[in-house]
């Protein structure tokens, strides 16, 4: 017997779950569940997930958060895919009505950004996990994967400029990233988006960071701010520390300051 090209996978200690491929493609985990963390916000809000590959971000924030509407954006069809079955368990019924998947590419613009359902001044919170490596880099032989990790020229440019102008004005926009795109997120950020907080996630104490949490906003003239890091695993072990065990699982947020 063939073994299954998919699985469905708990988050949040079982609080939703999603369908994704197995042995091919990007698989969502610990990113995802942090970018989700940045959505702070119990208002009845419009969430976009940019890149949304199986759904785990958006899921998480509709889980988390029950008077959050989310569209998960995604341009790979077989991502869509997966999203869309995702969507349609019965461990999700809970939240499903708030959440619809849309087939779209974030670097599209103008009339066509539009009528793909990037709406401009749309949505109060943008979240995203953007292709995290460089062009030159060597690519993974899984095309499902290299689509999802290989950062193009002015890939955040594109989607920085999409995320603002699906924004409300005064709306947040959310990122995960590699340390040394840091650079590229402030340039790309430009005028659109103030109040930059960054916040250096490392695996240990004394350990180079491996990933940074961004948060901006809108219109906003604001400064930035290096924020205290975040030390995921406890001293000597692997457990999470509560704090990030507290965020990977859904019970509470990662406030801006």
Same mark, same amino acid.
Request: aromatic share 6%; hydrophobic share 45%; with cysteine.
């Given at each position: ?10 988050? =949040? ?7 994704? !491929? ?10 995802? %569940? ?44 077989? %991502? ?47 979240? %995203?996990?953007? !292709? ?8 993974? !032989? ?6 999802? =990790? ?51 996630? =490392? ?55």
């Amino acid at each position: 017997m063939s073994e299954p090209a998919e699985t469905i996978d708990a988050f =949040h200690r079982g609080a939703f779950h999603i369908v994704q !491929p197995k042995g091919r493609g990007h698989r969502a985990g610990m990113d995802a %569940m942090l970018l989700a963390s940045l959505v702070n916000d119990i208002r009845a809000i419009r969430v976009a997930d940019l890149g949304a590959g199986a759904g785990a971000a958006g899921l998480a924030v509709a889980s988390r958060l029950e008077h959050a509407e989310v569209t998960l954006f995604e341009r790979s069809p077989d %991502m869509v895919a997966f999203a869309r079955k995702g969507l349609a368990l019965v461990e999700n019924s809970r939240f499903a009505g708030r959440v619809s998947v849309v087939s779209a590419d974030v670097t599209l613009t103008g009339h066509s950004r539009n009528a793909a359902g990037l709406i401009d001044n749309t949505f109060h919170h943008v979240i %995203m996990n953007p !292709p995290f490596n460089d062009g030159s880099d060597r690519l993974t !032989p899984d095309p499902l994967k290299a689509e999802a =990790h290989a950062m193009t020229e002015d890939l955040l440019e594109t989607w920085l400029r999409t995320a603002s102008a699906i924004l409300m004005s005064g709306g947040q926009l959310s990122l995960i990233a590699r340390p040394e795109s840091v650079g590229d997120i402030i340039a790309a950020c430009g005028r659109r988006f103030g109040g930059l907080e960054i916040t250096a996630i =490392h695996p240990r104490l004394g350990e180079a960071a491996v990933r940074i949490l961004v948060t901006a906003i809108k219109g906003s003239r604001a400064r930035l701010t290096l924020r205290f890091p975040l030390v995921m695993h406890e001293e000597g072990g692997h457990n999470f520390t509560p704090f990030v065990d507290d965020l990977n699982n859904g019970r509470t947020a990662y406030r801006r300051r």
